[in-house]
């Protein structure tokens, strides 16, 4: 998934997201309303986290127009993340929109467990993902292919479970740089091509990932014969 994370605490910013980056996340922060915004109107986030005491503006503004505003990309699920622990201030929060909600301070392993309990709605499989001979554990970052374990980077692990996510679909190479990638990404580098061709490498015989010519990339769900 690709999250945008939004605190005015930069220390707390910082070290959040370089956790975030170690579990296979792609990362984007923003420390203010406007740098939040900006990043909206460019960027479709799957999970976004807002803080709502922000130096020049409130949070749970942008948990409200996210929903409704045609210039801002609203995130697939949205995260209040905050030191307000009233339980009206919860009650706003998630009646504004919000998806959940985790009050500071939090432990890093629980605001992990939400991202993945939010990555997982509208998922039946759960913390485990199946398509065909593959499965991922969402949780403990392991996969295989017909029950070998498949030795993967942070980068690898987060490309095929975001093609985990959309079997059968074929994403283009902007595609997944939106959403494995962040916003350090070079779109002009051959990183994609590069991080996929070794993925299809790991994957090994006959090849799960095709390419699409003109199109992009696609995971079959089952084998097609040659």
Same mark, same amino acid.
């Given at each position: ?72 990309? *609203?995130?697939? =699920?949205? $995260?209040? &993340? +905050? /030191? %307000?622990?009233?339980?009206?201030? #919860? ?5 504004? @929109? ?46 295989? *292919?017909?029950? =070998?374990? $498949?030795? &993967? +980077? /942070? %980068?690898?692990?987060?490309?095929? #479970? ?5 079997? @059968? ?56 014969? %040659?």
């Amino acid at each position: 998934m690709r999250i945008l994370f939004v605190e005015d605490d930069p220390d707390l910013a910082e070290i959040t997201a370089l956790g975030l980056r170690n579990e296979s996340y792609a990362v984007d922060v923003a420390g203010t309303y406007a740098d939040a915004e900006e990043l909206l109107r460019a960027t479709p986030y799957d999970v976004a986290c807002f803080d709502l005491g922000l130096p020049d503006g409130n949070g749970l503004d942008l948990v409200r127009r996210v929903s409704h505003d045609p210039d801002l990309h *609203r995130p697939r =699920r949205t $995260l209040v &993340l +905050t /030191a %307000r622990d009233a339980v009206a201030d #919860r009650v706003a929060g998630l009646d504004a @929109g919000a998806d959940d909600y985790l009050v500071k301070p939090f432990h890093f392993a629980e605001l992990v467990a939400r991202l993945r309990a939010l990555g997982r709605r509208g998922n039946e499989q759960g913390a485990t993902l199946r398509v065909g001979e593959l499965t991922v554990d969402l949780a403990t970052h392991q996969a295989w *292919r017909a029950g =070998r374990g $498949l030795d &993967l +980077t /942070a %980068r690898e692990f987060s490309l095929l #479970r975001y093609f985990m996510h959309h079997p @059968g679909v074929v994403l283009s190479a902007e595609d997944l740089l939106e959403h494995v990638w962040d916003a350090h990404a070079n779109p002009f580098t051959a990183s994609v091509r590069v991080i996929l061709s070794r993925l299809r490498r790991k994957l090994g015989d006959p090849p799960l990932i095709v390419t699409v010519t003109g199109v992009g990339y696609q995971l079959r769900a089952e084998h097609e014969p %040659r």
